[in-house]
């Protein structure tokens, strides 16, 4: 039973002010989620920036051993001040991630194919709910593959997913996949990223692109998405263009970079890390960025 000795009246009700919890959610698209799906959101998106630095590291889930990525447990703990959010596959954050790190996780649960393959559009769920709640995921990534042979598999697999995360309150990310034939015209991010946000993700993970025949493409994509976007990084640039890609992609509406190679192929990697931290959530320039990289590097 409860002491009710010194037990105190309550009163301090300030009725003159108004509630204050009683503003709009700051991530796009989600103000009609419940509590779960909006505080996982906040644990990916900065509250004060609204944006993320997200870092994937779940290359080997089809790739296997990958360049800059050979010592997982080497490589991840020396990026993580700079990082919001890691993205990879349950066995290496299991094994090579400290479960003490306060960082958002972003669990890759699809997968089926290998660079052995011609054709990667073909994967399934390996992944089930159950395993991503009991990794405290707050967010379950899947790749889709619009326009390719495994398209129908690929939304299939996101639809599975995305019902198990609005039964767990568990956000999914829609990774834009684009094959070797694919053309990376606004046409075809326009009709994928949209295909996918309709589906019902709470964030989608595409590329920056510029098209010549479109020069506003890149923000009409952004614009016609109702979640944020996530740009990828794509293939290892110069460090001075990968940072003007990532001004790009913010100053284009983008609500984050997942700088995978980007950042772990560079020769000065904790350095990228930083300076795409400035862009992100300091309003850097690239030439800023680069600026401060290179005082980084020679310091």
Known sequence: MADKDGLKVAKDYHTEIPFGNNSAFYVKGANNLD??????LANIFDPKSGNTVMFAFDHGY???????????????????PSIDCLMGTRGALRTCVPPENRKAIALRVSSG???????????????????????????MAVQTFIGADGQLSSIDNLSQVINAGFKYSIPTLGVVAVGKEMARTSRFFKLATRIIAEMGVQLVKTYYFE??????????????????IVVA???????????????????????????????????????????????????????????????????
């Open 211 to 228: 098209d010549p025949d479109d020069p506003n493409g890149f923000e009409e994509v952004v614009a016609a998405c109702p979640v944020p």
């Open 62 to 80: 089809f790739m296997g051993s990958t360049a800059g990525l050979e010592r997982l447990d080497l490589v991840i703990p020396k990026l993580m």
């Open 233 to 299: 990084g794509g293939k290892k640039l110069p460090e001075k263009d990968a940072l003007a890609m990532a001004y790009k992609s913010i100053q284009g509406g983008a609500r984050g970079l997942d700088m995978g190679r980007n950042i772990f192929q560079s020769p000065h990697s904790v350095e990228m890390a930083q300076a795409i931290r400035r862009i992100v959530h300091e309003g850097y320039t690239d030439k800023q960025a680069y600026e401060f990289y290179q005082d980084a590097i020679h310091a």
């Open 113 to 139: 194919s290998s660079m052995l393959n011609d054709d990667l559009s073909h994967e399934v769920v390996a992944v089930d709910v159950a395993d991503a709640i009991r990794m405290n995921a707050d967010c």
């Open 35 to 40: 509590w779960g799906m909006k505080k996982h």
